[in-house]
């Protein structure tokens, strides 16, 4: 055997042999001409190993998929990024000096933390009183105070304490008629409504902020993001209140996390990464 061959072309060169056919190179690519009833099987399967690398590594965290470029990556690695959706892509046998097959990869797509989803599920959803207040219950963990800025920067966000207080008055309240709104200096919105009260209607008032911060990551296992929410609402005929809430501007949160992954894992891979999908 010819030391310059490999064990894949001396089985090529046999196959060829036994249907007395002969490799022809059109341009760099080798063609052969089979008559009809006849098909090539590839014998890598019968090899040791695989001739060369290939496949898709799925990965669920940053720091699994930084392990996996570091251990496969060569000069023919590039690495490639989008940000909608977010996903990560290395292809280790990437066109380099000359052409490749592309087709040996690691991925992560650095999916949504549950936390993130929870409060985008909500976001502009329009809900009663008691499935705003059972939201917020539920949520409230992620809710972060904020002492208003001197400056005004920022105007602050309430704390838990405030937002079970909030939460028990939707609960109690879900049976009123609601008259009117008001915006207060502090940048809350007082409520009136009517209660009837064993047969008398008694006027009462409820107090909600108009804005509060939450901190949660963004994709799972990630760091914490500041997100300001907007409470929204609306008085419908008969005096029922529809709230919502809106976070605001989320996909700029999505495109700095993104911003931040892609700084992270080029500084401990080495490697630049580019904006966009590698070919197929």
Not at 57 to 82: C, G, H, M, P, Y
Not at 110 to 123: N, R, T
Not at 160 to 189: M, Q, W, Y
């Amino acid at each position: 055997m010819d030391l310059n061959e490999t064990q894949s072309e001396v089985i090529a060169n046999d196959a060829m042999a036994a249907c007395n056919q002969k490799t022809r190179m059109v341009g760099l690519t080798p063609m052969v001409l089979l008559p009809e009833g006849f098909h090539a099987e590839d014998l890598e399967s019968k090899l040791a190993a695989p001739t060369r690398k290939r496949g898709t590594t799925v990965l669920n965290d940053a720091e699994s998929f930084i392990d996996v470029v570091n251990d496969q990556k060569n000069d023919e690695t590039r690495l490639f990024s989008t940000i909608n959706p977010p996903t990560f892509t290395a292809v280790f046998n990437h066109h380099a000096a000359g052409a490749g097959w592309g087709d040996h990869k690691a991925k992560y797509n650095a999916p949504i933390s549950p936390e993130w989803g929870a409060w985008g599920k909500v976001d502009g959803q329009q809900m009663n009183q008691l499935d705003m207040a059972r939201f917020i219950e539920a949520n409230m963990v992620d809710i972060v105070f904020i002492a208003p800025d001197a400056e005004n920067k920022h105007p602050g966000s309430p704390d838990g304490a405030t937002f079970l207080e909030i939460c028990h008055t939707l609960e109690a309240k879900k049976k009123v008629n609601f008259k009117s709104s008001v915006r207060l200096p502090d940048g809350s919105t007082e409520f009136t409504y009517d209660e009837d009260v064993a047969g008398s209607a008694v006027n009462g008032t409820m107090k909600i902020p108009e804005q509060f911060t939450i901190g949660v990551p963004v994709f799972e296992n990630g760091d914490k993001w500041m997100v300001d929410v907007r409470f929204r609402y609306r008085i419908q005929e008969g005096g029922r209140l529809v709230m919502w809430l809106e976070l605001v501007r989320p996909h700029k949160t999505i495109e700095t996390a993104v911003k931040e992954l892609r700084e992270q894992i080029g500084e401990k891979t080495g490697l630049t990464v580019l904006n966009g999908f590698p070919s197929n």
